[in-house]
Structure formats: structure tokens, C-alpha cells
């Protein structure tokens, strides 16, 4: 029943999007206008809250950056607290039944799926709604999470991950209810990877339905299923329901002292209106047993970074991106938002460089002519080299009535200019367009899109690097899914190509993980003997403070590979045994090393090369 539910709200929303018609499309790229007007009627941003000294907030937001950077924890949570008592912000400690169906955790921890190909391996062969996937950036563990649909009785939240570069996969835990009927919401689910120098965790967050509410809730484990911790976020009723949670975090610049953001969004139907509202919150101690849920900019007016309230009830939806880019001077949470409704098509983007301790008091809108909806965000971070920062995102854009394009938008500013163009500007359907970035690695990014095609549909993946869009490549050997969530974009560490989706199968059947987009996968699980002998670059470069190196063998023997700093002096020693002909990855961890240019030397067999790297703290 839920299949035939969703399948009829697609082709009404195909039936009843607004048409735009264009005289012709024009696939180059171009700058961007940007637009600081608010309507009378339609998005307003969020309230400032005169009351608040917002010197003394960015004075504690600076020492709590300076904290973060050092780990200091103890430092960290003293300033969160007085950023707290400065601004009237909402903290709370939830438990696992906060307001919403009874959840049941339970780890699990059994291999599952089963390795199709090179290129292809079927994670689950059950149905799911909605898939997320990230990759932890220091030990290169990928996470994937899947909602499993149950029409006869309650969904269930699976979280897998794989430590071979999606060769092989482990179910880790899932996430239950004690009653029937509880659904999760077709494409509500994100996933991010984060590590605190010791441990790999994935933060879930994801939208469900019970009776006439929808909830959303958060979920917390570690790679061994345990430290698992779960809430509903915010009080959901049948007039003020939560959806849409979107997640990320800092952990591309901070290790023990990262914080999680989320965003979700706020759907009130209250008398004659309807009511949307951005919801924006945090977990400033994310691994202890019970993290600390806080909300912010909560007790404002508005309560929100960008809201909607029309003058009568309509079917207006907002979605919500959420990523954190960071500055030389400043860390920085951005948000994109859209109203999926005929004549407002701008994307709405707010900047907060205080964790969101206040209101942003900088609202730019991307100006955008025709409809679109799903912004997706991504940030490779502060390039100390060029002194810039790379942001992209990405959505599905309307040309005409059946003619729905992936597009894009990128900045090098955090914001100030934006330049747009296709992601691909053929002429079909598509439904869904995701993008990753690669942390720490300069304009990297992945993009992910599905098109229809007939009743079912195909996925295709585009890397931008350093300014080119390169050309597509489709990734599934079969046909997928055209109704569900077709593609997320992700990422791997191999040494030659990075991309990596999870992508579900035909009706929602099946959850699949497609690795590789020039051809045959390389790196781990590829079991040819290198053909030569070679010192791969360090990834990510520059990097803080774990590093991969890997290198490939032709034949045995003794290899060394050791690490000197700027003036040539060893400073340790990765490899020093006899190894079998091969490829290997080794881990630099540089957390006792400072900042700097250092260099690593591969001896063995009569080669060597060498080959420098930076770490940045």
C-alpha cells in the first residue's frame, strides 16, 4: 500500500509542478545573482534578538574555537555554557522514548551481501525507503544506513559499514519499535561519519511517521555496535510535526573536540496558516553516553533561520541542507533552504559563524527562475595554500513539465559569489541529486544523480576537481529504482579513484553499493599483481592529523618507508619488514607531530621515491 501511495504523490507532483518552459538550455556555466530582498509573503529569515550582547558571543564563539582546535574538552563544555546563559538557548538530555514510539536497539554485528563485482555489492537484498551513506576521513571506514520498509508491521533503521572500500559489509545495529505501524519517510535519512582519534561512529538522523505525526530521531553508534544511543528530536504532534533531517559535523577539522549539527524542519498547521520552520541544533559533547541535544536561536520569535507562513493554509515544503565550512578566521555553519511552491524558487542560504549561538545576520538567496527542491550541500574546508573555501551545491531544477535537470551551484568564497551549470543537461526526468565532498582536499567534490528511464531509471556519478566537471559515469550495470531515492553520492580512500554510492534496486528492493567510476576497481580487493613498483600521493593532503600512503610491490622483499621532516631528519618509521608483491595502505598518524611540510621515502629493491606532504593543525 505504501508502494502505491508513493508511486501516485510522484505522478501527481509530475502532473501538478509548475511548467517552465525555456526557449533553450544553456549548459554553460554561469555567475550567479544573488538577492538580500525578503517578500512580504512567502520566506522570512529568522528574528535577531537585539537583547543578546553578540560582542561577548563571538568573544566566547573565538576562545571556544581556539578550544576546539587543542581539544580541550573540559575548556569546550565551560564555553558552551556560558554561550548558553549569554544567548537563553535550549539544552535537554532525551531519552530513548522521548515523545514518540518506544525504540528498540539492538546490535547485531554479521556480515551481510555479498560480493557481485568488482564495481558492485549487494549490501541488503531486503526493501528499504531511503538510504545515507558516509565515510570516516581518518580510517577510511565507509557507513551506510538503510530504512527497511515493514508494511505489515513497523520499519526498521539498519546501519552497516565496511572497512575494504565497500568490497565486503557488516551489519552493525538497527533500530526497532515496540508497535506496529510505524513507517519510516521515503528519502529522510542522513548518515555522517565522525571520529574522535580512537573510535569510528556514525550519527543517524531520520524522519518517521506513527499515527498523524512525524517524528524525527537521532542515532548513535560505534563500529562494534556499541556507545549506542538514540532520542526523538523536539516534542512532534499531530499539528506541529518535525521532518527532513539533514546532519554533519567539524570532524574534518577537529578530532576529540568535534561538534554534530543537524537541521530539520518545522511543519505546524496552526489555525487558517501553515506554518514552516527551520529547526536548527547541535550536540556539543557528541561521544558521551548520553550527549547533550541543544538547540539554538530557539527562543527567538521566529525561532529559525528561515521560515514560511502564508496568509492561508497551502501545501508549501521546505527543505533543508546543513554543512560546515570554516574560515582563517572564523568556523562556519551554512544552510541552504527551498520552498517547493510555484514563484518561490529562490534557494535560501544563512551563514552563522557563532555555532548558531544567535540568529545569522547574513541571508543571502541564490536567485533562481525556475522550480527546484532537495538543496544538497557540501564543503571541502578552508584551503590555507589558495585562502579559499570550496563549497558546492547541488539540486533538481524544472525546464520544463517532465524535463527535471541536476544542477549546480559553487563557490570558492563561502558565498560571496556563486557561479551555476548543469550537473547534465539532457533531456529526462531526473528525480534525486546528491553531492559529497572530499574533506580537507581542495574543490573535490562527488556529484550523484538517478534519471528516469521507462518505469525504472539509471544512476550516474560526475566528479568536479579543481574546476572541471568531468564526464558522467552510469554506474549500474542494471536497471534501479525510478520511484525511490535512486543514488547517494560518497567516497573511498583507494589510490586511484575514489568514487563510491550506495543506490537502491528496482521498487526499493535490495540496497547496493557501486565502487569505482572509470571501470574495473582498483586498490583493495583487487587481487592483481601491480605491474610496477609505485609510491602513491598521501590522501587527504593536506591532512589533520591521520594520513593514508599507499604504495604497490611487484615482487617481495624488504621495504621501508619511513618519514623526515623539512630538515631531513627522520621522525618515524611506517614500514620497515619484507612484504609479499602487492598493494598496501599505512596510516601516518601525526597528532604529536606540529605543522608543517614533511616527507616520505619508499626503499625497497633497488626503488625509491619520495614524495612530500603537509599536515595542517
Known sequence: MKFAQLTKALLVFLLLAPLTVNAQKDSRETQTPLSYEIQKVGPQTGDINSKVDRSKVEQISSQLRDAKKNGDIQRISNLNQELESVTGNVSMKAGPNFNGPQ???????????GNLDYNSTLISDQGFWATATSTDRITGRIWVAGLQNNSAGSDT??????????????????????????HFNSDEVDLEAVNNGTTSYSFTVAGLNYGATDYSLIFRTNNTGGEAFFSYLLNSSAQIKHNYPRITSDNSKYISGSFVYFMITQDSLTAGTHDLKTKYGLLTSPFDATPLITFRNFSAPSGSFWWHLPTAQDTTKLYNDIVFSDSATYDIIMTASN????????????????????????????VETNVNYKPRLASTGFDDVSLQQFIMLTYTRQFSATDWDPYYQRTSNNGSVWNSGYVDATSDTTFYSDIIAIPRVPNTFRIAYGVRTGTNGNVYTRSYNNGVLFARFQLNPSPVSGTYTPTRAGYRYTATDSCFNVVEGIGGGGLYAYSGCSGTLTGFGNNETPLSFKLEQNYPNPFNPVTKISYALPKSGLVTLRVYDILGKEVA????????????SVDFNASNFTSGVYFYKIETNGFSDIKKMMLIK
Open 157 to 182: 533503521l539498519k546501519v552497516f559499514t565496511s572497512v575494504n572500500n565497500g568490497i565486503s559489509w557488516i551489519l552493525v545495529y538497527r533500530l526497532s519499535f515496540a508497535v506496529n505501524g510505524v
Open 573 to 584: 618509521t611506517l614500514v620497515n619488514e619484507v612484504k609479499s608483491a602487492g598493494s598496501y
Open 339 to 366: 520552498f517547493y511552491k510555484a514563484g518561490i524558487n529562490n534557494v535560501y542560504l544563512a551563514y552563522t559563524k557563532d555555532y548558531g549561538a544567535t540568529t545569522p545576520t547574513w541571508f543571502p538567496q541564490i
Open 103 to 113: 525504540i528498540i536497539g539492538e546490535v547485531v554485528n554479521l556480515p551481510v551481501g
